[in-house]
């Protein structure tokens, strides 16, 4: 009697197990992205780092770096996309209103560095038919 239900619990358990693989609950496919700009200034000029978006995003100032010691103004990230051109101090945020490119430039004295993170949206869920 003692095997009979061992055997049974162990069934019921198999069977949750296999019913529950068979399921296979998935995360939605259309989840947001991140892209990275990183900008530089030296003596031979400003290289700027451009991204091209397609609607909306969000973009936020990481880091702004010099050589120079205690320079004057300090580094910041100076952010031109559609609907802002603004310069933003190092953990800033901004938005672009739509669709276009967003370009990234470094502020401040001596050689720069500086990078910014721009936050993609997920895409609108596809209407169900």
Same mark, same amino acid.
């Not at 530089?40 to 100032?61: E, I, L, M, R």
């Given at each position: 009697?003692?095997?009979?239900?061992?055997?049974?619990?162990?069934?019921?358990? =198999?069977?949750?197990?296999?019913?529950?693989?068979? =399921?296979?609950?998935?995360?939605?496919?259309?989840?947001?992205?991140?892209?990275?700009?990183?900008?530089?200034?030296?003596?031979? $000029?400003?290289?700027?780092?451009?991204?091209?978006t397609t609607?909306?995003?969000?973009?936020? +100032?990481?880091?702004?770096?010099?050589?120079?010691?205690?320079?004057?103004?300090?580094?910041? +990230?100076?952010?031109?996309?559609?609907?802002?051109?603004?310069?933003?101090?190092? $953990?800033?945020?901004?938005?672009?209103? $739509?669709?276009?490119? =967003?370009?990234l430039i +470094?502020? $401040?004295?001596?050689?720069?560095? +500086?990078?910014?993170?721009?936050?993609i949206p997920?895409?609108?869920?596809?209407?169900?038919?």
């Amino acid at each position: 009697m003692k095997r009979y239900l061992i055997f049974l619990l162990a069934l019921a358990a =198999v069977s949750t197990l296999t019913l529950a693989y068979r =399921v296979e609950a998935q995360r939605p496919r259309n989840r947001a992205k991140v892209h990275s700009l990183q900008a530089t200034a030296d003596a031979s $000029g400003v290289h700027p780092d451009k991204f091209d978006t397609t609607g909306p995003v969000t973009f936020t +100032c990481l880091n702004a770096v010099s050589e120079t010691p205690n320079s004057r103004p300090e580094p910041s +990230c100076h952010i031109t996309a559609p609907g802002f051109n603004k310069t933003l101090k190092k $953990g800033d945020s901004g938005n672009a209103t $739509g669709a276009g490119t =967003v370009t990234l430039i +470094c502020n $401040g004295q001596g050689n720069l560095r +500086c990078a910014a993170r721009v936050d993609i949206p997920a895409a609108a869920a596809a209407p169900s038919t």
